[in-house]
């Protein structure tokens, strides 16, 4: 017997189905598309594939620069860190093909974009064509010819001279970087390699950054104009703001050097965020790849800029990728920030994290790097003791290696069992120079209150907390500049691999830290910009809701200790005064 249903339960019956069949077909067709996210970091690149429809990873890779890892083209005494383009080159194809090789080549055919972070300012010198020098014969073992790493501080004299020479002009030009000009960005470490090497000097047509040349050379541009060049670099370390109309003037760098003069004309005006596409993977590429020349290649952006997406960054929550350095990034609605200009930070800028947001940033200089160095340091006797005669040399070097890795996590669970006094010993953080606030990268770390009592532990516990002391110095410059922030992200190495540490920074800021799940946000936050470009999603945001893997646990704050951290932040903040003082007077 059929029962006829009344016209209104036919149409509800109806829609409803046809919502089950768009979602089973948009899942379906979710499910077919997949893309690539590059991490390009420190010390090494990885590569992710990923499952556009919810983020899950299908493959991974990771290659450590060949180069870098000798100390190549490096020279630490005078803060000199240089990258060749071939270990980028060759780590880019190695991570992109063993990901292809581990996920399948049915997998590979469905790809449909990639995107690319780095670190920076990590800029190098171009001839007309975009190459780079150091990938010419003439200049392929010439440091100055290669891309100058971000922590690179051998332009400390002319960053000194951009800050003041922007005094003389009615604009200023640094009120969108904080007020200050660091020697780790891109004119200043122009300037230094033009006035360092006549030879680069004469074949040096542009100027580039590392994220923005990435994409470049995927799609096979030969031409420098051709360069996409992304907001994110251009305008939290080159000057670039719409409100210049684009770059400082030309008079603005010729004034300051004459070997500057025509730079400005010769580099860019237009910058494009990251949700939009350079083009597409040219043929070279797509046949050393083993990809389809369809896929689409997005506009680059920095590491932590990416890494805030892919850590699924709020308003108003300050998003801290911890590894080698920090960088905290934090975005507010442009309405909010209503053209304030933010002191002592690393840039505010539109479009350069979320399109349509503010994207400022900040961060510490060294973060995992001063605990390497205080590792480096306690290891000397190890790295330098003869091997004994009743063990070869590999047994002798596999169990330096163990005993190397074992340094660091020995002292986090020692350090852990030591209760805060208001004595200590106590650590000021500018073991590499002081990022933020107010970028100063002349300055040095250092450590007070030593006594013949104080051990290894003492020391590497005042270092945690004077890095921990430097998160709040950021966070509390934030708030006085009328920026709230109402909650912490953790990234990165240090995130993931140091309870002891979060939980110290927790208690000191008094605020919980919420860690999030993926190993790899930056290369997941590049993912999700991936997914924007090919059109698998409307936007970032969209993306990152639908790709975001959450988070696996938070750190709450000990209030009873907080008491206690202030006071040592206030001995924090006199001391770090007396050093910078006594520098400046030096």
């Given amino acids: 017997m059929l029962i006829e249903l009344p016209l209104s339960i036919k149409n509800i019956f109806f829609l409803e189905l046809l919502n089950v069949i768009l979602t089973l077909n948009i ?16 010390d090494s690149v990885r590569a992710i594939i990923v499952n556009a429809a919810n983020g899950t990873e299908i493959s991974s890779a990771t290659f450590y620069y060949p180069r870098w890892k000798d100390g190549l083209y490096c020279n630490p005494s005078i803060q000199q860190y240089r990258q060749h383009p ?54 392929e073992h010439n440091p100055h010819a290669m891309f100058l790493l971000w922590k690179d501080h051998t332009a400390i004299k002319e960053a000194a001279e951009i800050n003041k020479h922007a005094t003389l002009f009615p604009t200023n030009y640094l009120q969108f970087v904080g007020g200050i000009y660091s020697s780790e960005w891109f004119w200043a470490k122009l300037l230094k390699t033009l006035r360092t090497d006549e030879k680069v000097r004469a074949a040096c047509y542009g100027w580039v950054e590392h994220c923005d040349w990435i994409p470049f050379l995927l799609t096979g541009a030969t031409h420098i104009n051709q360069m996409k060049v992304g907001v994110c670099a251009a305008g939290h370390k080159a000057l670039w703001n719409e409100s210049f109309g684009g770059l400082p003037p030309n008079h603005f760098f010729s004034k300051l050097d004459p070997l500057l003069d025509g730079f400005r004309n010769r580099l860019f005006q237009t910058t494009y965020t990251s949700d939009q596409a350079a083009g597409f993977l040219s043929a070279e590429w797509a046949t050393r790849l083993g990809l389809s020349t369809n896929v689409v290649v997005g506009v680059g952006a920095f590491d932590a800029h990416m890494g805030a997406v892919g850590g699924q960054i709020e308003p108003y929550h300050l998003s801290k990728v911890m590894g080698t350095s920090t960088c905290d990034i934090l975005v507010a609605p442009g309405a909010d920030i209503n053209n304030r200009c933010i002191k002592g930070i690393c840039g505010q800028v539109n479009g350069s994290v979320i399109p349509g947001m503010i994207g400022l940033e900040a961060g510490q200089s060294a973060f995992g790097d001063a605990y390497g160095w205080f590792k480096n340091v306690l290891s000397f006797p190890l790295q330098n003791t003869v091997c004994p005669p009743f063990i070869n040399e590999q047994q002798a070097a596999d169990y330096r290696d163990f005993l190397l890795q074992s340094i660091l996590p020995t002292l986090d669970n020692a350090a852990a069992k030591i209760d805060c006094t208001i004595d200590a010993a106590l650590c000021i953080d500018w073991m590499n120079g002081r990022r933020t606030p107010d970028a100063n990268q002349a300055l040095k770390g250092v450590f007070s209150g030593l006594d013949l009592g104080t051990t290894a532990v003492d020391m590497y516990r005042a270092l945690v907390e004077a890095t921990c002391f430097g ?11 009328g920026i709230p922030v109402k909650g912490l992200i953790g990234l990165g190495g240090v995130a993931k691999k140091s309870p002891f540490i979060m939980q110290m920074m927790a208690d000191i800021l008094n605020m919980p830290i919420r860690i999030h799940k993926s190993d790899q946000t930056c290369a997941a936050g590049a993912a999700m910009f991936a997914a924007t470009v090919a059109g698998i999603y409307p936007t970032v945001q969209h993306a990152m809701k639908a790709m975001g893997q959450g988070f696996e646990i938070t750190f709450s704050p000990n209030s009873a200790k907080y008491s206690i951290y202030e006071k040592r932040f206030a001995k924090y903040k006199a001391l770090g005064n007396f050093t910078e003082s006594f520098i400046l007077n030096d």
């Fill in 27 to 42: 899942a379906c067709y979710m499910n077919d598309n997949y893309v690539i996210g590059i991490d390009y970091g420190t």
């Fill in 471 to 481: 998160a709040k110095a950021i966070v509390n410059r934030f708030v006085d500049e």
């Fill in 86 to 139: 071939l270990d980028y080159i060759e780590g880019l194809e190695f991570t992109i093909k063993a990901c292809i090789e581990k996920a399948g080549n049915s997998i590979a055919a469905k790809i449909k974009a990639i995107a690319v972070d780095t670190t920076g300012s990590t800029p190098i010198a171009v001839d007309e064509t975009g190459t780079p020098l150091a990938l010419l014969p003439a200049f």
